[in-house]
């Protein structure tokens, strides 16, 4: 079975500053990972994904995610904050293949300060 | 590709009325999912259909929701009778074979106001 916890519900960062948004998953085959976003009064859209290639995966807008095996994480990040990333980010796990159903975390709400 | 579409984007209705939600999935997409997201429980998955058949309900909270799924490119998420706890945002998504790899597309989702 899988599972993830996203920590912090809620992250407040200064427009400028470093987004690190934490996800921890729980796995019983090799997982797939992926970090979706939600801008208000929007659905989910795909930030990233790892599917096993390189542990180190781009996104769009400039975020980018680690899959650390040993630390069982996959947190988001990107290296200064806009004004327009201020979202809801969503953390997810599958098992892969034709049936691995994406299980999601509870979600952060990113806030940017001016 | 015009994405998931889903319609209305708003339905405001009066308790103990039907209503029905439509998704119309990516083409080519053979999973459909309708989750509902609300402040206090978040994202929670109701159902989901692979090849138009259902495979997992038990995320429906009662027997007063229902969903179906005629063809590959239409499902409907019906609710009756609708109740005020029923207000939410409902989404659908769909995704290709292989699912867990290629993850979901999302609609724009469903703002029900029940009163």
């Known amino acids: 079975a899988q599972s993830v916890t996203q920590l912090g519900s809620h992250v407040s960062v200064s427009e400028g500053a470093l987004v690190l948004l934490r996800c921890n998953y729980s796995?019983?085959?090799?997982?797939?990972l992926f970090w979706y976003v939600q801008y208000p009064n929007q659905g989910l859209q795909l930030l990233l994904k790892?599917?096993?290639?390189?542990?180190l995966v781009k996104g769009i807008n400039g975020f980018e995610a680690e899959f650390k095996k040993s630390e069982t994480s996959f947190h988001l990040t990107k290296p200064s904050a806009h004004m327009s990333d201020a979202a809801e980010y969503f953390c997810a796990v599958s098992a892969g293949g034709s049936q691995g159903n994406l299980i999601f975390g509870k979600g952060t709400k990113l806030s940017v300060k001016p | 590709d015009a994405g998931v579409i889903q319609s209305p984007r708003h339905e405001v209705t009066e308790m103990g009325q039907e209503v029905t939600l439509r998704c119309k999935p990516i083409?080519?997409?053979?999973?459909l999912f309708w989750y509902r997201q609300t402040m206090m429980r978040g994202l929670e998955l109701l159902i989901y259909?692979?090849?138009?058949?259902?495979?997992?309900d038990s995320g429906m909270p009662e027997d007063r929701f229902s969903a179906k799924m005629p063809n590959a490119s239409f499902s409907t998420l019906k609710i009756q009778p609708s109740e005020p706890r029923d207000s939410a945002v409902y989404f659908c998504?769909?995704?290709?074979?292989?699912?867990?790899?290629?993850?979901?597309?999302f609609g724009s989702g469903t703002r029900l106001t029940v009163v």
């Open positions: 083409s080519g997409h053979n999973s």
């Open positions: 790892y599917t096993s290639a390189a542990t």
């Open positions: 259909f692979n090849n138009n058949v259902p495979i997992d």
């Open positions: 796995s019983s085959v090799p997982p797939y």
């Open positions: 998504a769909s995704s290709s074979p292989g699912l867990g790899v290629y993850g979901y597309t």
